[in-house]
């Protein structure tokens, strides 16, 4: 733990850098945990018109109403049904809450700065330009996303 | 700006506004009531000016706090009779609050004060001017006018070496001074009127002085030397040790030490130099002013006057002559506060050669104007040479550009709260917490649900929620007599311009209504009362004719009728013609000429709020124009308001605005589409109807037409507008809801009608964008969400129908 930290010092990053992962199909993937805000059960969804398909409607958060996203839909993923592992992961991002549906939540992660690599720019997957890095965990690899890209722009409603 | 800061200064700027907005009206009631001012009035108008200048002063907001400074002088002479209060030092004291509230949203913005024009400074300027100008010149002469008296407090002894060769008669009016150098603050060359009176005065002072304090001055040297060295020392190693606060402190207790004692003695003018360099010791304390060698060195010229001036003594209080370089030094850095890092013109000026020392401090000590423009009026350096230094000066700055100030005022952002509401408050989330607890415990503690304890404590608990409903709703009340109080200047500055006199009567004010209704009326006000004293108020010769009071009267109220806020303005003046009304209708083709006299009045005038519309004869610069009353409809209906008008030739108009009470809760009917939910406020909703195929139409192009009751409606159907699978697809199994706005009403087919409720409206996110015809969302009983319709979106969705 000490020499880690000395290890972190060292980079020049001495802030936390945990990670809520959680998996969507085979990949497994990592949010900055500064930007969850809790982890929620499905809820009922309402379908509002005119959005993006990968907005899957609003729901009532206790009293709060915020829009919920679908990450598969978003990163144009087959879609499957949602089974009583599916979890939705609130986020805030600059002034909006939203909820992420994703198939399951993994665990929190610490994943030192200098263990994130830049994305391969090669590749034309869709979810490559929602990456921030690919996280080297052990042998394995988390894929960072970027929160702001992924909600993307407000007036980014047709895609 | 830091977090505490934002907070101080968003609270400074909200009371000032308040102030600013309670003063307006005083001031205008000042000026009507004439010749002699209300003493209570005045001390009214004062203590807010007071207050305000006490508060920027505390933030060091320097250019609001000397305009504050100046427009309480200008009370104090109001009070004292010393100043009358003429339409155009009312005038003066407007324009003042204009440009202090165009200020206060510059500071909002950026939490600094620059007074980058110089427009505050000739404001303030113009405003004493007024002030000395509005008495006649007999009261003058016999008493010294405050204003002229202070003036000369700032002017120091130098000036008598010096004001000799400037004719007194050259003392101009100068309210226009160019604003050259925008930084440099401003000046008044009032100072040559006053200083010999002033030179006089001194004069007196230090013989009587001197005289009866002459065996206290041996111990004042010996402690002044000391004191000075202590002084200089710690500016020494404030010189090779830039960062260090303690030197700072050092010198400037020893200088303060040092000025008392002066004081003390009566050395008027050695304090005074004390004085200057103590003050700009304090902006180098607190930041304002960067520790450059510039500026140390020129405490240290002033240390040595100083020192200078003591060895003299007790013989020659006179002062020595580098103690003017070194007072012109000091005035000059310390006119650099908030201005970091930028060399002054001054300096320049006396680094060049081009003016000597003793010209700068005259011109830095008349007032406050762009030294630069003094200089050169006075003939003290020529334009060419004040050009070249300018240059020098942009040079020397790197030139940095910086964005206008926003003028806009940005909406409050905080609310002021009755007390007594928040009491109110707190009370009922106690009484909620021991309801919850009731409920909790009702079942376990009798060991059944079915216990007599809980339907109670439910029932209170409904009870409860509802109360707080009510309390937390009237949070947002606030009274409207914010925005009315503006009004009354409008209606004084448009009376003014059209030389129409009109007394405007406000009632109500006390009336509340939502902070955002407050916020939204203002604008459409400020219209409709300059059209009302435009258009309807006469002229006083054709008032006359018409057997009127020449005074016109226009009557502001505000009530509450029913669910809504009626906020009405009546005038006493010509009225709407409803013959010109039409002509101009036909002329613009929005109704035949055949149809025109079947329209009733409240038809007709509903014409004047179509855009562009206007039967002014002459435009003028405050109406007439046909822009203005479109938006004060459109206005209105943001808050879903409605106006109505009535007109009487010769005798007046009636205009009343009819606002809802409350835009977080609206009445509205529950329907479903689909899975869908959506809520279509009750006020748009006509009726609701299961048509018969024998009434339905379908037009070629596949539009169904319907008709209810006599008349041909559009169908709209919400699953093909919206996207979404019906449950039902013929018009005869589902329901058509009516709704209108605006004259225009169509058809919704949905599939079917879930009920009346209260909804609490909720914004959707803004991270959906903007879905078309949806003004918000709501959560239903059971919590699940509705969509509330926006109900004029989806109408103008819809093609007219033939």
């Known amino acids: ?159 | 700006m830091d977090d505490e800061t934002r907070e101080i200064v968003s609270s400074f700027v909200a009371e000032s506004r308040e102030a600013i907005d309670e003063v307006e009206p005083l001031l205008i009631e000042m000026s009507a009531s004439g010749e002699a001012p209300n003493a209570d009035v005045i001390a009214r108008v004062f203590r807010l000016f007071h207050s305000m200048k006490g508060s920027a002063s505390y933030l060091q907001f320097g250019s609001i706090e000397r305009i504050t400074h100046r427009a309480e002088t200008v009370l104090v002479d109001l009070r004292t009779g010393t100043a009358a209060p003429t339409p155009a030092l009312v005038e003066a004291l407007c324009q003042v609050l204009d440009a202090v509230r165009a200020r206060l949203a510059q500071v909002m913005e950026t939490g600094i004060d620059e007074d980058e024009s110089g427009e505050l400074e000739r404001l303030g300027f113009s405003l004493e001017e007024i002030s000395r100008r509005s008495v006649p010149s007999g009261v003058e002469s016999v008493t010294p006018v405050p204003t002229v008296a202070r003036a000369s407090v700032a002017t120091p002894i130098v000036l008598s070496a010096v004001t000799v060769a400037t004719p007194v008669s050259e003392s101009p009016s100068a309210v226009v001074v160019l604003p050259l150098v925008a930084e440099e603050a401003v000046a008044a060359p009032e100072a040559h009127a006053v200083a010999a009176p002033s030179e006089a005065r001194h004069a007196d002072e230090s013989t009587t002085d001197g005289v009866s304090l002459a065996d206290l001055v041996e111990p004042f040297i010996i402690e002044g030397r000391d004191l000075l060295d202590a002084c200089e020392q710690a500016l020494l190693s404030l010189e090779t040790d830039g960062e260090a606060s303690g030197p700072v402190a050092t010198a400037f207790r020893a200088l303060h030490s040092f000025k008392g004692n002066c004081g003390f003695l009566g050395y008027v003018e050695i304090e005074r130099l004390a004085h200057a360099a103590e003050t700009l010791l304090e902006a180098v304390k607190e930041g304002e002013v960067p520790r450059s060698p510039d500026v140390i060195g020129a405490l240290l010229t002033s240390v040595d006057a100083l020192r200078t001036a003591v060895s003299r003594l007790p013989g020659d209080s006179s002062f020595p002559e580098g103690a003017i370089r070194a007072a012109a030094l000091v005035q000059v850095e310390s006119d650099a506060r908030g201005v970091m890092g930028q060399t002054r013109i001054g300096r320049i000026l006396i680094e060049r050669g081009d003016i000597n020392a003793s010209d700068l401090v005259e011109a830095l000590d008349a007032d406050r104007a762009p030294v630069g423009t003094v200089l050169a009026e006075r003939g003290l350096v020529t334009p060419a040479r004040l050009d070249a230094a300018l240059g020098e000066q942009a040079q020397r700055r790197g030139v940095t550009a910086r964005a206008e100030a926003r003028q806009v005022e940005k909406p409050q952002t905080s609310l002021r709260v009755d007390v007594g509401k928040l009491d109110a408050l707190m009370d009922l989330v106690g009484e909620l917490i021991i309801a919850e607890t009731a409920v909790i415990h009702a079942p376990s503690s009798h060991g059944a649900v079915s216990s007599q304890e809980l339907p109670k404590a439910l029932a209170q608990l409904d009870r409860i929620t509802r109360s707080l409903q009510d309390v937390a709703m009237s949070l947002r009340m606030v009274p409207i007599d914010a925005t009315f109080r503006k009004m009354i200047r409008v209606v004084r500055d448009v009376a003014n311009k059209q030389g129409k006199q009109v007394a405007l009567r406000v009632e109500g004010e006390e009336t509340e209504v939502d902070k955002t209704v407050a916020e939204i009326i203002g604008d459409p006000l400020v219209h409709l009362l300059r059209n009302a004293v435009d258009h309807g108020i006469e002229m006083p010769e054709v008032r006359a004719a018409r057997g009127k009071p020449v005074e016109g009267t226009l009557k502001l109220t505000a009530s509450h009728v029913g669910g809504e806020i009626w906020v009405r303005i009546q005038d006493d003046g010509g009225g709407i013609s409803r013959t010109r009304v039409l002509e101009k209708a036909v002329e613009r083709g929005l109704v035949t000429a055949a149809a025109a006299p079947s329209l009733s009045d409240a038809d007709v005038f509903a014409f004047i709020f179509e855009a562009g519309f206007s039967t002014a004869a002459a435009v003028t610069d405050i109406s007439g124009r046909g822009v203005g009353m479109d938006v004060v409809k459109r206005q209105i209906e943001r808050v879903k308001g409605r106006i109505d008008i009535a007109s009487v030739p010769e005798q007046g108009t009636t205009i009343t605005l009819r606002i809802p009470l409350t835009l977080a809760i609206i009445e509205g009917m529950v329907v479903r589409v689909g899975d869908t939910s959506f809520t279509i406020p009750l006020l748009c909703i006509r009726e609701s109807v299961v048509p018969r195929s024998k009434d339905v139409t379908h037009l070629a192009d596949g539009e169904e037409i319907v008709r209810i009751r006599g008349q041909l409606l559009s169908v709209l159907r919400m699953h093909r507008f919206y996207g979404i699978e019906p449950l039902h697809e013929r018009l005869e199994d589902g329901i058509l809801v009516v709704v209108e706005d605006g004259g225009q009403a169509v058809c919704l087919f949905v599939d079917e009608l879930i009920g009346q409720r209260q909804t609490v409206i909720k914004g959707l996110s803004g991270f959906l964008g903007d879905p078309r015809s949806l003004s918000g969302c709501t959560v239903l009983g059971d919590g699940r969400i509705s969509l509330i319709l926006d109900v004029a979106g989806l109408i103008g969705a819809v093609p007219r129908a033939a």
């Open chain 1, 1 to 159: 733990m000490e020499a880690k930290r000395i290890e972190e010092e060292e980079e020049g990053e001495s802030q936390l850098a945990k990670f809520l992962t959680f998996v969507l199909g085979a990949e497994t993937y990592a949010l900055d945990i500064r930007h969850v805000r809790e982890i929620i059960g499905m809820q009922k969804i309402t379908t509002v018109p005119d959005v993006p398909a990968y907005i899957k409607g609003v729901i009532n958060l206790r009293g709060k109403v915020i829009p919920v996203m679908d990450v598969r839909a978003r990163f144009r993923l087959p879609l499957r049904d949602y089974d009583d592992r599916t979890c939705i992961i609130v986020i805030h991002v600059r002034e909006w809450s939203v909820g992420l549906v994703v198939d399951r939540v993994s665990e929190v992660l610490d994943i030192p700065p200098h263990q994130i690599e830049p994305p391969p720019r090669v590749g034309g997957a869709t979810s490559a330009r929602f990456l921030e890095g690919m996280g080297k965990v052990g042998d394995q690899v988390r894929l960072v996303l970027n929160a702001e890209e992924l909600l993307g722009a407000p007036g980014e409603v047709v895609l």
